[in-house]
């Protein structure tokens, strides 16, 4: 029995991507990267723009048509809109909540598929269908890179999006499971370590004071660090600047393997438009947050999420996001145009920005942050660092990785025994886009 999954969308997604993998190996399936080979077919959707869903209505024709002359299962799972759920319900075998994984083996035993092995259920004692979901051992794609969840869902309701429509509210979970998973991937040699949630600075709000924060959290995962010998670079995607504390960024500065690069999504330079998405914050209020990051990290790098052609935004307003760009000197933005998305508030509004205007404001966004990332990239030349060396580059006979800072350098090396290993790098010349270095080192030990 073969299976093929598609995983669309976030790091959130790429992460249940991994235990869906568990459960359907555990099932006594093997994975193909061929769609034609595959028994059980599925897709992990992502609602965040409408191209994404298209993808998948496309997908599901093709599978239907494919179900006429063979034994097919087909499933969906991942970030679903009600509206869109509707309509899946007709066209895959089977939908369900991420949150609802453990019950995958089930609801395929209804196609004739039994779990020979069985998945050990019985080591799954969490109290709700997410603990249980978490407590599913994630079948890891990298042998050097990894996710940890920790939290689900997202009570800030910013305007513009779906995630709360389709993951829900925020739910912490169990520290101790967290530990547990990052202190079991530093033993196996993980190199790179990201927490994942839509809100990471809110871990353990929804508790109400019987989980610990999330700089406590940090605080232990530091601790952990500083115990053991094998080095590694803990990360965590997505803070929200509205709750992004001084205690956050403190505990960051006061431990090595928490990495000096900080993911602070602005979406707009404008305060009037950060009000109409429901973001919560002011300009001057992120302002605080950058100066704090930049007096007690100086070495960290600063990474951000901007909407451009959100609805009103005017050329005034997006000029302050071009000079908010420049003013926080941001290493890389992930800048997108605004689409509305059915169930998110903004969706009842007018999508009154042109598209042509969309792709000006765009284009002009992206020239200045290569502009400024050119200008750090600039600086880096001449001083070594140290990477994580994550794959051969698409310059042959070249190697790429990133620093602490997910900064990408290249540098020339046919030795692939290196990938998944920290190496010392020199680096030597620099572009907008693109920076090269020469091997320093190759193995970098724990004094590094
Ligand atoms: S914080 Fe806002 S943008 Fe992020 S997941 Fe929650 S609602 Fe969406």
Redesign the pocket.
Same mark, same amino acid.
């Given at each position: 029995m073969k299976y093929h999954l598609i995983t669309l969308g976030c790091q959130m997604n790429m992460s249940d991507s991994e235990r869906v993998k568990r459960v359907l190996d555990g099932m006594g399936a093997r994975f193909t990267e061929n769609e034609e080979d595959a028994n059980i077919i599925g897709i992990l959707a992502c609602s965040v723009r409408q191209k994404a869903i298209d993808k998948v209505y496309n997908k599901i024709a093709v599978w239907n048509r494919r179900k006429k002359n063979s034994n097919l299962i087909t499933f969906i799972s991942g970030c679903v809109l009600p509206a869109d759920k509707e309509k899946f319900l007709k066209l895959f075998d089977i939908v369900f909540a991420m949150r609802e994984l453990p019950k995958f083996p089930q609801m395929l035993s209804q196609y004739g598929i039994t779990t020979p092995a069985g998945l050990d259920n019985d080591n799954l004692n969490a109290k709700d269908e997410i603990g249980l979901f978490w407590q599913v051992k994630p079948k890891y794609d990298s042998s050097f890179e990894a996710f940890v969840p920790i939290q689900n869902g997202?009570?800030?309701?910013?305007t513009?999006?779906?995630?709360?429509y389709t993951?829900g509210r925020e739910v912490s979970r169990p520290s101790e499971e967290i530990i547990n998973e990052v202190k079991d991937l530093v033993t196996k040699g993980y190199k790179s370590i990201t927490l994942l949630g /839509?809100?990471v600075n809110s871990y353990g709000l929804d508790k109400k004071g019987d989980e610990i924060n999330f700089a406590q959290l940090l605080e232990k995962i530091g601790e952990l660090g500083n115990a053991v010998e094998n080095k590694f670079w803990l990360y965590f995607t997505?803070p929200?600047p509205r709750d992004m504390g001084k205690d956050v960024i403190e505990v960051i500065a006061k431990y090595e393997c928490l990495a000096k690069q900080i993911h602070l999504?602005i /979406?707009s330079g404008d305060d009037k438009v950060l009000i109409k998405?429901?973001?919560k914050h002011s300009v001057s209020k992120y302002r605080e947050t950058v100066s704090v990051i930049r007096e007690l990290l100086p070495t960290a790098t600063l990474f951000t999420?901007i909407i451009v052609g959100f609805t009103g935004e005017t050329e005034e307003q997006f000029q302050h996001t071009r000079k908010a760009l420049r003013e926080f000197q941001y290493n890389m933005a992930y800048i997108a145009m605004y689409s509305p998305r059915p169930g998110?508030a903004s969706h009842a509004w007018d999508d009154d920005v042109p598209a042509e205007v969309k792709k000006e404001r765009f284009a002009l966004l992206t020239e200045d942050l290569s502009d400024v990332s050119g200008g750090l990239n600039v600086e880096m030349v001449g001083k070594t660092y140290t990477l994580l060396v994550r794959q051969t580059d698409r310059k042959a006979g070249y190697l790429s990785g990133q620093t602490e800072g997910k900064i990408t350098v290249r540098f020339a090396s046919e030795n692939n025994e290196l990938i998944g290993q920290f190496v010392k790098v020199k680096i030597t010349s620099s572009s907008n886009f693109s920076i090269e270095g020469e091997l320093v080192k190759e193995e970098v030990s724990v004094e590094a």
């Amino acid at each position: 029995m073969k299976y093929h999954l598609i995983t669309l969308g976030c790091q959130m997604n790429m992460s249940d991507s991994e235990r869906v993998k568990r459960v359907l190996d555990g099932m006594g399936a093997r994975f193909t990267e061929n769609e034609e080979d595959a028994n059980i077919i599925g897709i992990l959707a992502c609602s965040v723009r409408q191209k994404a869903i298209d993808k998948v209505y496309n997908k599901i024709a093709v599978w239907n048509r494919r179900k006429k002359n063979s034994n097919l299962i087909t499933f969906i799972s991942g970030c679903v809109l009600p509206a869109d759920k509707e309509k899946f319900l007709k066209l895959f075998d089977i939908v369900f909540a991420m949150r609802e994984l453990p019950k995958f083996p089930q609801m395929l035993s209804q196609y004739g598929i039994t779990t020979p092995a069985g998945l050990d259920n019985d080591n799954l004692n969490a109290k709700d269908e997410i603990g249980l979901f978490w407590q599913v051992k994630p079948k890891y794609d990298s042998s050097f890179e990894a996710f940890v969840p920790i939290q689900n869902g997202c009570d800030k309701f910013c305007t513009y999006c779906a995630v709360p429509y389709t993951r829900g509210r925020e739910v912490s979970r169990p520290s101790e499971e967290i530990i547990n998973e990052v202190k079991d991937l530093v033993t196996k040699g993980y190199k790179s370590i990201t927490l994942l949630g /839509q809100n990471v600075n809110s871990y353990g709000l929804d508790k109400k004071g019987d989980e610990i924060n999330f700089a406590q959290l940090l605080e232990k995962i530091g601790e952990l660090g500083n115990a053991v010998e094998n080095k590694f670079w803990l990360y965590f995607t997505s803070p929200h600047p509205r709750d992004m504390g001084k205690d956050v960024i403190e505990v960051i500065a006061k431990y090595e393997c928490l990495a000096k690069q900080i993911h602070l999504p602005i /979406q707009s330079g404008d305060d009037k438009v950060l009000i109409k998405m429901n973001r919560k914050h002011s300009v001057s209020k992120y302002r605080e947050t950058v100066s704090v990051i930049r007096e007690l990290l100086p070495t960290a790098t600063l990474f951000t999420d901007i909407i451009v052609g959100f609805t009103g935004e005017t050329e005034e307003q997006f000029q302050h996001t071009r000079k908010a760009l420049r003013e926080f000197q941001y290493n890389m933005a992930y800048i997108a145009m605004y689409s509305p998305r059915p169930g998110a508030a903004s969706h009842a509004w007018d999508d009154d920005v042109p598209a042509e205007v969309k792709k000006e404001r765009f284009a002009l966004l992206t020239e200045d942050l290569s502009d400024v990332s050119g200008g750090l990239n600039v600086e880096m030349v001449g001083k070594t660092y140290t990477l994580l060396v994550r794959q051969t580059d698409r310059k042959a006979g070249y190697l790429s990785g990133q620093t602490e800072g997910k900064i990408t350098v290249r540098f020339a090396s046919e030795n692939n025994e290196l990938i998944g290993q920290f190496v010392k790098v020199k680096i030597t010349s620099s572009s907008n886009f693109s920076i090269e270095g020469e091997l320093v080192k190759e193995e970098v030990s724990v004094e590094a």
